[in-house]
């Protein structure tokens, strides 16, 4: 009788859950932009290609569709390259390639039409990229196609969704006018029909459950099973994303008022009591149920109906997406809600390897993919009393991860989160507050993207804060886009802000870079340029770059640049300075078809201490590789336009690029200039001759002498190549992982001669490639060798290339005499080539998988020495110590630098990190760092000292790196990724 009481208490408070749930649950309710890139490699018209196609992807299906064609159903990051490697590309998460024999053919070929679904993309060899959630690519070769797939199968997958909107379209254009396009590749591209939503999904109702003890009562028409001991409930297969399994001590078990579930239902445990046990009672014993060999009474295993169930004691339920801990639990399975108390919530990130925790008083499971917290602390620490965290008095969070017919996941995780009255927790104690913040569930728990403090000499205590824009605005982001909000605050500059974004979309693609700061101290750029004030106390920078891709091939990129002062970019993105695109204000329009192109391009100068050519506007068209007969091939190149020099005041780049000192600006001057060039390849044996000539024309109504004048530049010669190898499988060495070697050798050459009446001085250095020529003859020969051999464990060995040993020697008749710059030679325009005479030299010598040593040096032949210098080597002991030794000598810019860098695992919770670089000449440090990490549970602590000599700087900082978020760091952010450097390994 006691049990029995007990058993019914239980009961009552299941249904007292079930039913202060449900009347709550149902009222809830894509770089840089470039600029004036040429037209590459073209892509030659032809009726039918003898390109080969490779298909890869992780699953692939192979078998025949009804009309007899071969099919390849590709699964999982499908990649398709049609031809060579500069061959077009598509790839998508899923395609579908129907191959057929085109019937009757002459020359015998067949058809390949590609289907691409989500996230479709082609790339085609002169650039031009398609894109678009499908697109439909048909494809005439004679070549074969090759699958390369991880797992394969012979099931047929046409009652699949992706095969039969792929088959729909194919019949579509085989029906409509594409039919007669005839076998010429062509692509469109096609919206895809609207998709059931997540929350519209059919979820099976079908349950099995097991307990050590099982019994049935009916209450108010419903029959109940009351489990105790060990409760297991499951639906759906494992891995699927429909699968739910719940676990606890005891649960309650609400089947349907009405019991017709079909005949393979398993019968109720009151009818097994009837027979076997105390009908009254309706416990079962035992005995009458299937026994499993661990001593588990199961029930259901044919699929049961379940409504829903109620559960306590040690509460887990597990879900393809996450998994929750609790006290108690009521699941709703018709409808995939539930109410959650005390609940832990997991939720994985593998793509950075750490859990993500939500422990609440309250959850509620709105939908299999929508959940509800109330009073929410949420971290990635397991433990109770974390570090830090993020609370929040509500929680909403959505997965909208995409998974394909088996219910799989086929993209990383993705979804969105909403925290209302968020706060940062650290230590307990909140130092941070928003009313809103919204995100996508794969950037981060929190909309803060970086923080990090420190101090330095030049900028003294630093305070910089990076978060993400559209979250703090409690806005969805557009698709494509992702933006950063910067709010920095340095002691000895002042306060700072600024706001990054970049998008990518199916037409279109860009980003946005500005950044302002009261700034009251002085720059230090370095040996003789320090202490420097700043003209006005307000510094900035605003950078705008967008490309538009339009119809019919034609594409417009805007650019617009503005800097306060010359040194601001240096001061505070050296790097960007250093080493990315020139900051323009520009308009640019190309349409480029095959293997030509069109562009109109107008520019305007407006950072005066920049030097510019403008264009009011300037033309041009391009055509590569023409065929003219059967052994011509005709290259045209042609411009016209309004073009304006503005320079700006002698500048280290002035005799860099153009080899001369300060020259004055032009006015507006009207340019027209053309160049044309005939190549007769012919191959002689192994080796590929190719005799050119080449000329110019051009004229300009404006010189430095303060005239019109024109130029005629008239080039011939003769290039050649060749290639050679051979194989010595018996060549093996375990000590220098040598398993057969493979050489193979390319000897180039290009000899050529000039004439113009019209030196480069007489005109203004408009575009380099154009008014920078001079008459000059030269030659120049190389040797291009590569040793191959086999590395890797057995069932996974791979081709790599253990030496590459390049080598040119240049020679020309009228070397220039101007010491700041290297000699060159241009294989495709000698014209353009640097007239010094050089031998040059580079080495890469990858000893084995885990060291490597590089080596070029240049050598200038017109002043008989050495003016350029580069040893290294790298050498990676994992995963203890990995160390970097270089030398190198630039001669130009007087640089003589040693440098030295190491990480050390001292054991698992300490790393040490060293770089060194020494200016031999000045004896001088131009950087030591010294950083120590400790590794503490989901958090990395560096302790870093850096010194910089040259610009007469000292740092001290301290970085906290969440493990798993490295945006989130506190510390100077060169220092988070210190002891993740030096990698020559993928693993």
């Known amino acids: 009788m006691e049990d029995r009481s007990r058993r019914r208490r239980f009961i009552s408070r299941a249904c007292l859950g079930a039913v202060l749930f449900v009347p709550a649950a149902g009222a809830t309710g894509q770089s840089r932009v470039p600029l004036g890139d040429e037209v590459e490699t073209p892509r030659l018209p032809s009726a039918v290609r003898d390109d080969d196609i490779h298909v890869s992807g992780t699953l692939a299906f192979l078998f025949k569709s009804p009309d007899g064609a071969d099919v390849v159903h590709v699964i999982g990051e499908s990649r398709i390259r049609i031809g060579d490697p500069d061959g077009e590309v598509l790839s998508s998460r899923e395609a579908v390639l129907w191959i057929s024999a085109v019937p009757g053919a002459d020359p015998p070929h067949d058809r390949v039409e590609i289907y691409l679904r989500d996230d479709a993309a082609m790339r085609e060899p002169a650039g031009t990229i398609w894109t678009g959630p499908v697109l439909f690519a048909t494809v005439a070769t004679r070549g074969r196609v090759y699958v390369h797939h991880d797992y394969q ?278 130092v941070l507050y928003w009313p809103v913040i919204r995100g996508e569930i794969d950037e981060g728990e929190t909309s803060i993207r970086g923080v990090s403090v420190g101090y330095s000499r030049s900028f003294g205590a630093e305070l910089q804060t990076e978060w993400r824009l559209f979250n703090v605005l409690g806005a969805e982001p557009p698709e494509g886009f992702d933006g950063t909000l910067k709010l920095d605050y340095f002691s000895d500059r002042g306060p700072a802000a600024g706001v990054d974004l970049d998008y990518r979309r199916d037409d279109s693609f860009g980003e946005l870079r500005s950044y302002v700061i009261h700034d009251e101290g002085e720059d230090n750029l370095g040996t003789g340029r320090k202490n420097i004030e700043p003209e006005n106390d307000l510094r900035g920078r605003f950078l705008m770059r967008h490309r538009q891709y339009l119809q019919d091939d034609w594409q417009l990129t805007f650019e617009l640049s503005y800097i306060s002062d010359r040194n601001f970019l240096e001061e505070y993105f050296e790097k960007e300075f250093d080493i990315e695109k020139e900051q323009e204000t520009l308009i640019y329009l190309k349409k480029q078809v095959d293997h030509w192109a069109f562009t109109a391009h107008l520019q305007y100068r407006i950072l005066d201490f920049t030097t510019q050519t403008e264009r009011l506007p300037d033309f041009s068209f391009r055509l590569v590789g023409e065929p003219v007969g059967e052994r011509l091939t005709w290259f045209s190149e042609a411009r016209a336009g309004f073009v304006r020099y503005r320079a700006a005041e002698t500048t280290l780049r002035d005799f860099l690029q153009f080899g001369r ?206 003016d350029a210098y580069n040893v290294s080597l790298v050498v990676e002991r994992t995963p203890r110590l990995t160390y970097l030794l270089a030398y190198r000598f630039i001669e130009e810019t007087e640089s003589n630098l040693i440098g030295f860098g190491a990480n050390y695992e001292l054991n698992e919770k300490y790393t040490l990190a060293l770089r060194e670089e020494f200016d031999l000449d000045r004896g001088k440090t131009l950087d030591l760092t010294v950083g120590l990490l400790r590794r503490y549970p989901r958090w990395d602590v560096i302790l870093a000292f850096n010194v910089d000599e040259a610009e007469d700087d000292v740092g001290i900082s301290m970085s906290l790196v969440p493990q798993g978020f490295p945006g989130a760091a506190i510390g100077p952010r060169r220092f988070t990724g210190l002891v993740e450097s030096m990698k020559i390994q993928n693993r």
């Not at 099931?155 to 019949?171: C, F, H, I, K, P």
């Not at 919206?191 to 059931?196: F, H, Q, S, T, W």
């Not at 050119?692 to 024109?710: H, I």
């Not at 992982?737 to 193979?744: E, N, T, Y």
């Open 153 to 430: 199968a012979s099931d047929s997958t046409e009652e699949t969704r992706v095969y039969q909107e792929g088959a729909a379209v194919r019949e579509a254009l085989r029906g409509g006018a594409a039919a007669d396009a005839g076998p010429v590749s062509s692509i469109q591209v096609f919206r895809p029909p609207a998709e059931k939503s997540a929350d519209q999904t059919e979820i099976p109702s079908f349950v099995s459950y097991r307990s050590r003890s099982l019994s049935s009562d009916v209450v108010d028409g419903r029959r109940l099973v009351t489990a105790v001991g060990d409760v297991a409930i499951f639906r759906g297969k494992p891995g699927s994303d429909r699968f739910v399994e719940i676990r606890a001590e005891g649960a309650v078990i609400f089947l349907p008022f009405e019991r017709d579930v079909g005949p393979d239902t398993t019968r109720p445990p009151a009818e097994v009591g009837d027979e076997t046990g105390d009908a009254d009672s309706g416990t079962v014993p035992m005995d009458a149920l299937a026994v499993r060999p661990e001593g588990f009474a199961e029930l259901g295993v044919g699929g049961t109906r379940v409504d829903g169930v109620y559960l306590e004691g040690d509460v887990v339920l597990t879900t393809v997406r996450n998994s929750i801990r609790a006290s108690r639990l009521y699941y709703d399975f018709e409808h995939d809600r539930a109410l959650i108390l005390d609940a832990v919530v997991r939720v994985d990130l593998p793509e950075r390897n750490v859990p993500l925790f939500i422990r609440a008083a309250e959850v509620r499971q709105l939908s299999a993919r929508q959940l509800e917290a109330t009073d929410a602390m949420i971290t990635t620490s397991e433990f109770h009393a974390p570090h830090y965290h993020v609370g929040a008095r509500k929680v909403e969070l959505v997965d909208r991860t995409q998974t394909d017919f088996y219910g799989r996941r086929t993209v990383p995780r993705t979804g969105t989160f909403q925290l209302r009255d968020a706060t940062l927790n650290i230590a307990g104690l909140p």
């Open 661 to 866: 000192g300060h020259v004055d600006s032009s006015g507006t001057t009207a340019r027209t200039e053309t160049r044309q060039e005939l190549d007769a390849p012919l191959d002689i044996g192994p080796m590929r001759i190719v005799p050119f000539v080449s000329g110019r024309a051009g004229a300009w109504d404006d010189t430095p002498e303060l005239g019109g004048d024109g130029r005629v530049f008239g080039a011939y010669g003769v290039r050649g190549s060749m290639y050679f190898w051979r194989v010595d499988e018996e060549l093996r060495s375990a000590m220098w992982d040598v398993d057969g070697v493979r050489h193979i050798i390319k000897p180039d050459f290009v000899v050529w001669g000039s004439h113009t009446n019209l030196d480069s001085d007489g005109l203004y250095p408009f575009d380099e490639d154009v008014e920078g020529i001079d008459e000059v003859d030269g030659v120049s020969f190389g040797v291009r060798q590569r040793w191959q051999t086999r590395r890797g464990p057995p069932d996974a060995r791979r081709t790599v290339d253990v030496v590459t040993w390049d080598v040119d020697v240049g020679a020309f008749n009228d070397a220039e005499s101007d010491e700041f710059t290297y000699g060159f030679a241009s294989f495709a325009r000698p014209e353009n080539s640097v007239s010094r005479n050089y031998v040059n030299h580079s080495l890469i010598w990858r000893i084995n998988d885990a060291t490597a040593l590089v080596n070029d040096i240049n050598y200038d032949m017109n002043d008989g020495e050495i």
